[in-house]
């Protein structure tokens, strides 16, 4: 009987090859990008974690006043909406893009346009 030639076994990547990628992710993102979109980021983290806890709040605990939960979650829905057309109006990389728009005019619009929003937020707040 002739012998059959097997595979060798599969090696198991170790665990910090599989941590590797998100690493130089990381480094990356961290060498490259300018303070001002970093602080934007960062914005927008906090702004899903908030809308994250809002929204588990109001599955877990209660939504009493339905209205303040609408109005709290669209309030970071759409701050976190201005905060991404803001981060991509001062990226230099859309620089092509927003050829028109200035980052200081970017800013303007952000800021004008969260105002707009958080008055509408607290007139359906009643």
């Keep these: 009987m002739p012998a ?3 595979a060798p076994p599969a090696k198991q990547a ?3 090859a599989q941590a590797h990628p998100l690493l130089s992710l990381w480094n990356a993102y961290y060498e490259s990008t300018s303070t001002r979109l970093k602080t934007i980021d960062a914005f927008l983290v906090f702004l899903v ?3 994250v806890i809002q929204f ?7 939504n009493f006043p339905f209205n303040a939960f ?3 979650f669209a309030s970071c829905v759409g701050q976190f909406v ?3 057309s803001l981060r991509a109006q001062v990226n230099p990389a859309n620089r092509s893009e927003f ?3 200035s980052p200081e005019r970017a800013f303007a619009d952000f800021a004008l346009g969260s105002i ?3 008055f509408f937020v607290y007139n359906f707040l009643g």
């Design 99 to 101: 050829k028109e728009v």
């Design 82 to 84: 201005l905060a991404a």
């Design 56 to 62: 588990l709040y109001c599955i877990l605990v209660s």
């Design 14 to 16: 170790a665990p910090h």
């Design 70 to 72: 609408l109005a709290g």
């Design 116 to 118: 707009v929003l958080h």
């Design 4 to 6: 059959t030639k097997t």
């Design 49 to 51: 974690l908030s809308g």
